[in-house]
């Protein structure tokens, strides 16, 4: 079992930038490939950004190739998501995700509660 919790979010301006942060409890955390999922208001929750438990293989969705950067720190437990370059289309909630498993394939089977990304134009 694994427990996660978001930290970072914010409003910031367009253009600008965030670093996000998902603390994981648990000793199984470095076993574990984790993402980043967000859900805009009124739209379905999307994913973003994923990350093996070695951080040797890594997959984002299009819309934000170069401006975000998902890693890791497993000595830490600590998750991460580098957003730059902040669009009004990024305003969410963000979501920390624990796949389970090594490898990002498939749905997460843990969640974090999320934290607020508000970006103003």
């Known amino acids: 079992q694994v427990q996660l919790v978001e930290s970072g979010g914010g409003l910031v301006q367009a253009g600008g930038s965030l670093r996000l942060s998902c603390a994981a409890s648990?000793?199984?955390?470095?076993?574990?490939?984790m993402g980043w999922f967000r859900q805009a208001p009124g739209k379905e929750r999307e994913f973003v950004a994923a990350?093996?438990?070695?951080?040797?293989?890594?997959n984002y969705r299009d819309s934000v190739k170069g401006r975000f950067t998902i890693s890791r720190d497993n000595a830490k437990n600590t998750l991460y998501l580098q957003i730059n370059s902040l669009k009004a289309e990024d305003t969410a909630v963000y979501y920390c995700?624990?796949?389970?498993?090594?490898?990002?394939?498939?749905?997460?089977?843990?969640w974090g509660r999320g934290t607020l990304v508000t970006v103003s134009s």
């Open positions: 648990g000793r199984s955390f470095s076993y574990y490939a």
């Open positions: 990350i093996n438990w070695s951080g040797t293989s890594i």
């Open positions: 995700a624990g796949y389970g498993r090594t490898s990002y394939s498939g749905s997460p089977d843990y």
